[in-house]
T-cell receptor, first 112, second 111 residues
Framework: SQQGEEDPQALSIQEGENATMNCSYK?????LQWYRQNSGRGLVHLIL?????REKHSGRLRVTLDTSKKSSSLLITASRAADTASYFC????????????FGKGTLLTVNP | DADVTQTPRNRITKTGKRIMLECSQT?????MYWYRQDPGLGLRLIYY???????NKGEISDGYSVSRQAQAKFSLSLESAIPNQTALYFC??????????FGSGTRLTVV
């Protein structure tokens, strides 16, 4: 079963604009991760935020985590056409049986 | 060389055939995973292994089996392929509680 659910399912913006994607989850987590997938390719790890963190930055990426609302957001600033991809959130949980559970993804299209 | 290598990249097979997908990693991680991706369904976990002697079923293990031949090698088998196993298959590796490294995927078509 899916733990994380991304919103929106699809997002289309112009180059230079910011893109915000949201993720909601159901159970307690150790961490939450965001991945990017270009069409038909493997997933690439973007950023990990631990359950005791509220915000994290990496280049043009900003991730927030609100454990009280069981939600996270990924902000991509000053988007580029090359940012066009699917973005997945994944929740890490399970203690000694730790593993990731992925959402269904948000398809981001950045128009030149 | 890629950190996680999957072979083959593409495969077309007939219903009822046995097929093996192979995965090797150079990250030195103990943990390896097999996921399946279908359009609109995201990634679903098939099997995972935390070390050579530890194999665990994921959420959709029926119709699949795995073998962990070494720390670096984790293969997925479809004992008798069926058309609804047509999907994109990914192998991944990780160290505990950090980001996963994925292979480039195997696109499998069962006709």
């Amino acid at each position: 079963s899916q733990q994380g659910e991304e919103d929106p399912q699809a997002l289309s913006i112009q180059e230079g604009e910011n893109a915000t994607m949201n993720c909601s989850y159901k159970t307690s987590i150790n961490n939450l991760q965001w991945y990017r997938q270009n069409s038909g390719r493997g997933l690439v790890h973007l950023i990990l935020i631990r359950s005791n963190e509220r915000e994290k930055h990496s280049g043009r990426l900003r991730v927030t985590l609100d454990t009280s609302k069981k939600s996270s957001s990924l902000l991509i600033t000053a988007s580029r056409a090359a940012d066009t991809a699917s973005y997945f959130c994944a929740t890490g949980s399970g203690g000694s049986n730790y593993k990731l559970t992925f959402g269904k993804g948000t398809l981001l299209t950045v128009n030149p | 060389d890629a950190d996680v290598t999957q072979t083959p990249r593409n495969r077309i097979t007939k219903t009822g055939k046995r097929i093996m997908l192979e995965c090797s990693q150079t990250k030195g991680h103990d943990r390896m995973y097999w996921y399946r991706q279908d359009p609109g369904l995201g990634l679903r976990l098939i099997y995972y292994s935390f070390d050579v002697k530890d194999i665990n079923k994921g959420e959709i293990s029926d119709g699949y089996s795995v073998s962990r031949q070494a720390q670096a090698k984790f293969s997925l088998s479809l004992e008798s392929a069926i058309p609804n196993q047509t999907a994109l298959y990914f192998c991944a590796t990780s160290d505990p509680e950090n980001g996963y490294t994925f292979g480039s995927g195997t696109r499998l078509t069962v006709v």
